[in-house]
């Protein structure tokens, strides 16, 4: 099919799951940050239960292609697993400055980094029970999680970064054992951190996707259009994703106007093309979308693009994501009906 649609990862969760005023008071948690949640044990884990069923069926109704949990089980994108890795302290947190340039507590890395034990599998199930349509898992990247820590145990962030990979190599190959059909690496720091990503970065994630058989994407983008306001012209680190082992590239273009001519280092990975503008809180009109897509279709093939949102939809109001959301998939059928063969 083309122009097939899903979500970057996340779906507002519910005001009665979590208190989303104290969310959008700070920067994403990168440690544990279990105040946030308004259901007290033992009662949390059957209410995010019952919120990523309704996330669910939020992306079904609204007629995505290919669904994910909503990470709705999850304070950040990246903390889940960060804090369930042997080898880092979240008890005694250390410091590390966010992309916007200010310090948040991190996990500070003591032992050397490892996966105990299978972090996302029960999440992917219990996400393929509730659903028929194709799923997508997503899991943070080696570089974005050195990026979040602070080191206070290997000799070089290099050696911390392939540690890192190691593990999230280990936790992908079991979600795709487990029935994933696209597993997203998520690694936002790539373009906040250029210099270093191109050091090690690449490697690291060469190593994360080392003997993987599966859908594997990575995201890369300018931040949360809740927390980081303003957007630069263009990607910093973009074109190296090129040497990356991963299917697909997912990117952010409509918050920033994004030329698109980028997408031609890309070769012919296939590309997430975010499409929706997650700073402006009017639900875009079908054809605002699809524009934004032609924009890239001058410079990749149809066959390649997948619609979806510039980043991770968590702060967004559900009225807003769901009519954002509605937009894309029309945007989608139309485009279908214009390059159908």
Not at 165 to 178: R, S, T
Not at 304 to 309: D, N, W
């Amino acid at each position: 099919m083309l122009f097939p649609t899903t979500i970057v990862g996340s779906y507002p969760q519910p005001d009665w799951l979590i208190d989303r005023e104290k969310l959008a008071g700070r920067f994403p948690p990168r440690v544990r940050a279990k105040e946030l949640w308004r259901v007290q044990e033992p009662y949390l884990q059957q209410a995010m239960e019952d919120a990523t069923v309704l996330a669910i069926r939020a992306q079904e109704q609204a007629g995505l292609d290919i669904i994910t949990d909503g990470e709705i089980r999850r304070e950040s994108y990246s903390n889940r697993i960060a804090t369930a890795l042997a080898g880092v302290d979240i008890d005694n947190p250390g410091t590390a400055l966010d992309r916007s340039g200010h310090p948040n507590p991190v996990p500070r890395i003591v032992g050397k980094i490892k996966r105990i034990k299978p972090i996302e599998v029960e999440d992917l199930l219990f996400l393929k029970a509730h659903t028929d349509r194709k799923v997508k898992i997503t899991v943070p990247g080696p570089f974005t999680m050195l990026q979040q820590a602070q080191n206070d145990f290997y000799a070089s962030e290099e050696e911390a970064a392939m540690d890192y990979a190691v593990a999230l190599n280990e936790e992908i190959k079991d979600l795709f054992a487990n029935g994933a059909d696209v597993v997203q690496i998520d690694e936002p720091y790539m373009q906040a951190r250029p210099e270093k990503a191109r050091q090690y970065g690449i490697n690291a994630l060469n190593r994360a996707l080392e003997g993987i058989k599966g859908q594997t994407a990575v995201h890369i983008c300018f931040g949360y259009a809740a927390v980081i306001h303003a957007r630069p012209s263009g990607y910093d680190f973009l074109p190296e994703l090129a040497q990356c082992s991963c299917n697909q590239v997912s990117i952010e273009t409509a918050q920033s106007s994004l030329d698109c001519k980028i997408l031609e280092t890309l070769g012919d990975k296939q590309v997430m093309v975010g499409c929706l503008d997650l700073s402006d809180m009017k639900v875009e009109p079908a054809e605002l979308v699809a524009m934004r897509i032609r924009r890239a279709l001058k410079h990749i093939k149809p066959e390649q693009v997948i619609l979806a949102p510039d980043c991770g939809m968590k702060y967004l109001p559900r009225e807003v994501a769901d009519g954002k959301l509605k937009s894309m998939v029309q945007a989608a059928q139309m485009l279908r009906k214009e390059y159908a063969k």
